[in-house]
């Protein structure tokens, strides 16, 4: 569908934050969005965004009501680097929300977010939505105090890669921050932190691990997890072309959970893939053949 | 000048349109938001009939799905009615399941993208489990394409897809450069011969060989399908390439080569369309990089009856809609009834197409 540049806003060195006005949306956190510039084969395909917020009934730049879509890049390479290029009212190519976002059981008590530089978004949009944090009329209320516990543990290589604090904070989750290079909070990785919780932690059997990041990471948290006995769900990106499952393109190696089908020999010694699009992109940790 | 003539009476025929609006009726479909305006308006004015045929199955307009670029329909029911599309064409399905290549499959060109699936599907018998009834319930013909690994393979597979109600045609796969093999019966004359007539003889169902552009002449390889009974041809599969990341020095693609589609690819395809369409006097389903109205024209013009849209389902699915109104908006303004002065119009005088 057409949306356009409501406004764009650098975070810092390359991160952007970038809002578009668009017909009605509503969204799962983990869910994501692809987009491009309208009108342009340079860069040919849309890219996958993860949505980071909606905001209900903001005007656009030509006044016009409707939700605003909020997504956060790192200028990386083409794609991002076109619509860091673009400038309020310019329009762009929005499909979605599409895919899986993370699943939350009713009855969860401790939610552990792990989010890793640039892919911090999606566990932005689940902390805000398991706090309760409205959006609308372009300010954001304050959270109500939501049934869950909220624990936020947010890396980067250094402190410039780490985003999105004052959200964690809005939201009432308790942080835990690392660094690589230990220019903010724990030096080391995120991982090492959400260890250290879990040694001492009385949280009990109603707490799951969500994750984003960079796939070393998710793996390392995915064993966290797996060594805890905690029920983990991680958001994965592939290079996509559509975004739909139409291509096929954007696979995950999955763990085979039954014996190679009966289907002859083509079969046999091959990895079974899942799409990223259509089946995730937000996984059982247990389900990805790391 | 001339065109800029043809762009204003095209303006007024718009203008007429609009005027008339209040009268007309809602068109029954799924084409949303501002772009039904295309084919709202205008539809005061008679419609030109978009009817075409291919190989004896008659299409109530010339634009389909390529394969391979819209999986088994689920995939785009989100977006669009797809009874309004000519005819839907499924994902290759091959005897047994395929996992397909190793991630990452997709690469962006200037104008276009490398990809590298495998033939990743389901495989025939779930096909039939999980696929086609679905695909039943739609009334738009259904063109199932298929690929084995043999000339027995092909024939096997189009004999349990005739067996079989709701489909209206198979396609021939012998053209994905993606998977070993998976060239042969498309860059080999005698091969392409045999496969066809194989399967040709296993179906009473319209038998459509989808050739590749990686030969040297494409016009052997459809006459050696003419010859061997094929109804219809569609072309062209991907053309083989490759790119390189110059940071890490390594092809991007796991398996170095790929197949290149979209707009990049166009020139080729209608040039190798116009080839064929000299050469055999079958009808032809022109496919390569048709992003719009009248990228499906130039195909027509250069011999095609019909069009698949492939690549541009991927950065929107609502491409095939798009191709269809702006085919539409083309014939109102040129004021032509049907789509039948268009095919081959292009072709030098002396030959005898159709």
């Known amino acids: ?290 | 000048m001339k065109r800029n003539q043809k762009s204003r009476r095209g303006a007024r025929v718009e203008s007429r349109g609009k005027k008339r609006k209040a009268t007309v009726t809602r068109r029954r479909s799924a084409v949303v938001g501002p772009r039904s305006s295309v084919l709202g308006p205008r539809s005061s004015v008679r419609r030109p009939d978009l009817g075409v045929e291919i190989g004896g199955i008659r299409l109530k307009n010339p634009v389909m799905t390529a394969s391979g670029t819209f999986g088994y329909g689920t995939e785009l029911t989100p977006f669009f009615d797809l009874n309004a599309l000519g005819a839907i064409v499924v994902k290759t399905v091959t005897m047994h399941p395929r996992q397909g290549n190793p991630p990452p499959r997709i690469v962006e060109t200037p104008g276009g993208m490398l990809n590298s699936i495998g033939l990743q599907n389901v495989g025939i018998d779930d096909f039939h489990r999980q696929k086609l009834p679905f695909l039943r319930t739609l009334a738009t013909p259904l063109l199932v394409n298929i690929a084995g690994k043999s000339v027995e393979e092909f024939a096997d597979l189009a004999k349990r897809l005739s067996d079989t109600e709701g489909v209206a045609g198979i396609e021939l796969n012998i053209s994905c450069p993606n998977v070993a093999g998976g060239l042969d019966f498309g860059t080999d004359p005698h091969l392409t011969y045999e496969v066809v007539r194989a399967v040709r003889q296993t179906t009473p169902l319209p038998v459509i060989p989808k050739l590749s552009p990686n030969v040297t002449d494409i016009t052997v390889i459809a006459r050696a399908a003419a010859d061997a009974g094929a109804n219809a041809l569609s072309l062209i599969n991907t053309i083989v390439a490759m790119a390189i990341d110059v940071r890490t020095r390594k092809p991007r693609l796991p398996g170095a080569t790929g197949g290149l589609s979209g707009p990049a690819i166009r020139p080729i395809a209608v040039r190798m369309v116009w080839d064929v369409a000299q050469a055999v006097k079958l009808p032809l389903i022109g496919i390569g990089g048709i992003m719009t109205g009248e990228d499906a024209v130039e195909f027509l013009l250069a011999g095609a009856s019909a069009v698949q849209v492939g690549t541009a389902n991927f950065l929107d699915p609502l491409a095939p809609m798009k191709v269809l109104a702006g085919l539409e908006a083309y014939l109102v303004r040129y004021g032509l009834e049907n789509v039948t002065p268009l095919i081959g119009a292009a072709l030098p005088p002396n030959r005898e197409t159709e």
């Open chain 1, 1 to 290: 569908m057409q949306a356009e540049v409501h406004s764009l806003r650098r975070l810092h060195h390359d991160y952007f934050l970038q809002r578009f006005t668009s017909p009605p949306l509503v969204f799962q956190p983990g869910q994501f969005v692809m987009v491009k510039p309208s009108g342009s084969l340079d860069p040919f395909l849309p890219r996958a965004y993860s949505i980071l917020r909606v905001q209900h009934h903001m005007r656009g730049s030509r006044g016009k009501r409707g939700n605003v879509v909020e997504i956060l890049y790192r200028v990386l390479g083409k794609g991002t680097t076109a619509l860091s290029h673009l400038k309020p009212g310019d329009r762009v190519d929005l499909l979605g929300p599409l895919g899986n976002g993370y699943r939350v059981p009713p009855n969860l008590s401790t939610a552990l977010l792990v989010a890793g530089g640039i892919g911090v978004p999606p566990v932005v949009a689940l902390v805000e939505k398991l706090a309760n944090v409205k959006h609308g009329n372009g300010r954001r209320r304050s959270a109500v105090r939501g049934r869950h516990k909220l624990v936020a543990f947010v890396g980067g290589k250094a402190a410039s890669d780490v985003l999105c604090l004052s959200d964690f904070r809005k939201a009432g989750a308790t942080l835990h921050v690392a660094t690589e290079d230990g220019s903010l909070g724990h030096q080391g990785l995120v991982t090492e932190l959400l260890e250290t919780y879990l040694r001492s932690s009385v949280d009990g059997l109603r707490s799951a691990i969500y994750a984003c990041g960079p796939h070393p990471m998710l793996h390392a948290v995915a064993r966290v997890a797996e060594r805890f006995g905690i029920p983990c769900q991680v958001s994965l990106e592939a290079d996509m072309a559509c975004g739909f499952g139409a291509c096929m393109g954007c696979v995950i190696p999955v763990q085979s959970s039954r014996q190679p089908m009966n289907h002859g020999p083509s079969n046999m010694n091959q990895r079974i893939y899942k799409l990223c699009c259509k089946d995730g992109p937000a996984f059982d940790a247990r389900e990805i053949a790391w």
